[in-house]
């Protein structure tokens, strides 16, 4: 297996850093892109950069946040640009939580941070596969689902509009990862990294679960949590450990210590 970091808040030149996740993910001949970052414009110089194609046999969407998904207008306007041509027709299956498509605001409900509002429309007809309440299982990926939220966490406020147009806690319940060869694939662990890698040794059935890799959410968690996840992860026998994009420059000081740690940018490529 293979993981390529195309989008994370930190790059080497000449690669261009955005507040923002995306991965790409080579197994047994499948070509996954995980997340797409924040715009179009910095997933297609990435991918020039990392001389990569984008022929992705699916991509899944980890949650239904702008700096996850937006960059999926890059596919929009590949196919707009000649629409005779039929190389720019895109079939390319989306793996998705159907609650990845409410609005939604920053904790002072003054900042839309949901999917773009015109790349929605779009994407409400694209190939969208939707991932809920129970684990997917795609050959040797399993996609989590809604994640188990047993342990507790310390979780970011954010809000949601309703029907009614009124404003609700959002609990971001579209928070999803892959598991692929063992290696679990997060993009901000909203539900609680701990949550996370406990659900991930439950879907995978009890095969060990190697490795972690992508956002752990801990940019402002407390020490007293910081040290709680320390104290877990060093518990878990891992192989590897590379925190990305919302991790935080504390936990990632922090979890630097850890065995297996590997530090994560754009254009990192690991061979597993």
Do not use: W
Not at 106 to 114: E, Q
């Amino acid at each position: 297996m293979e993981i390529m970091v195309l989008i994370d808040n930190i790059a080497n030149k000449p690669y261009i850093a955005q507040h923002g996740l995306s991965l790409i993910i080579k197994y047994n001949d499948k070509k996954i892109l995980f997340d797409a970052g924040q715009d179009p414009f910095t997933l297609r110089k990435n991918l020039e950069t990392i001389k990569e194609r984008d022929n992705f046999d699916s991509i899944v969407i980890s949650h239904g946040h702008y700096d996850h998904t937006d960059g999926l207008q890059y596919f929009i306007n590949k196919r707009n640009k000649s629409s005779s041509d039929r190389e720019n027709k895109y079939d390319i299956p989306i793996y998705i939580h159907p609650e990845a498509f409410v609005d939604r605001y920053s904790s002072d409900k003054r900042k839309y941070i949901g999917i773009n509002k015109s790349l929605k429309k779009h994407l409400i007809k694209e190939n969208l596969i939707f991932v809920e309440n129970n684990p997917y299982f795609e050959g040797d990926m399993i996609i989590s689902g809604k994640v188990e939220r047993i342990f507790p966490y310390e979780e970011e406020l954010f809000y949601m509009i309703t029907r009614d147009n009124t404003y609700k806690i959002d609990p971001v319940n579209d928070d999803m990862f892959i598991i692929v060869d063992g290696v679990v694939i997060t993009g901000c662990a909203h539900s609680g990294i701990i949550n996370v890698m406990e659900y991930a040794k439950k879907i995978n059935k009890n095969k060990k679960i190697r490795g972690v890799i992508g956002g752990f959410h801990l940019m402002s968690a407390s020490k007293e949590y910081l040290d709680k996840v320390y104290n877990y992860l060093s518990k878990c026998d891992l192989e590897l450990i590379m925190p990305l994009h919302c991790t935080g420059v504390n936990a990632m000081n922090l979890l630097s210590t850890l065995d297996g740690f590997i530090y994560g940018h754009v254009g990192k490529i690991l061979i597993l």
